[in-house]
Each structure stands twice: as C-alpha cells, then as structure tokens.
C-alpha cells in the first residue's frame, strides 16, 4: 500500500493561499487516482479536488487547483482566496483505481492529515 505523508497546513488570514504538498512512498503515483480532500469540526470528510485519470496532470476546481509532479512522486493542492469555511484537517488520498468519483469511500490509502485554519 503506497504510504502518504502531508505537509504545508497552517494558519492563514482571510484572502490568503496555501500549499499542500503530499508526498509518496511505497509505489509511484503515475497511475494512481489521487485527491484532496477536508473535515471540517463537526463535519464528515468532502472532497475537495481529484485527478482521476492517469494522463492528467492539473485539475482546477474553483480556488482550489490539485498537481502532481510525477518526479517527485509528489502532488499538490493550491488553495487560493482562503475563507474561513475552508478551515479543517486537508487529508491527501490515492487508489489505484481509476475514473472514479472523488468520494472517500473510492480512495483506499491516505495520509494522517494537515491543519488548515483560516481566520483574522
């Protein structure tokens, strides 16, 4: 099973950007899916943004924009213009099955999460 470790999480003003970094050990992302995704207190997990296919690099999704750097074994997620709803625990996920949604449920290895808090 590909092992997930996050980093990057913090503390960030209002209209602030971040970026989370996950990186990758035990087997090579190249032909993994691979997503972000966020708990919010008192919330379930969401998706926040996935790549699901194996030739695709970047995907945006509103301010978010999700990245892999497949020579790192690395990917990424850009978050942009920060609210404080976008505070929660931003877990990293992969799974070696393809073309799926970007739900938990379809992601079978993650990373131990990262602090994301958003506030003046």
């Known amino acids: 099973q590909v092992q997930l470790v996050e980093s990057g999480g913090g503390l960030v003003k209002p209209g602030g950007s971040l970026r989370l970094s996950c990186v990758a050990s035990?087997?090579?992302?190249?032909?993994?899916?691979i997503g972000w995704f966020r708990q919010a207190p008192g919330k379930e997990r969401e998706g926040v943004a996935c790549?699901?296919?194996?030739d695709k690099d970047t995907s945006v999704k509103g301010r978010f924009t999700i990245s892999r750097d497949k020579a790192k074994n690395t990917f990424y997620l850009q978050m942009n213009s920060l609210k404080p709803e976008d505070t929660g625990v931003y877990y990293c996920?992969?799974?070696?099955?393809?073309?799926?949604?970007?739900?938990?449920?379809?992601?079978?290895?993650w990373g131990q999460g990262t602090q994301v808090t958003v506030s003046s």
């Open positions: 790549i699901t296919e194996i």
């Open positions: 996920a992969a799974d070696n099955e393809l073309h799926r949604l970007c739900v938990q449920t379809n992601f079978g290895s």
């Open positions: 035990g087997y090579r992302l190249d032909y993994y899916a």
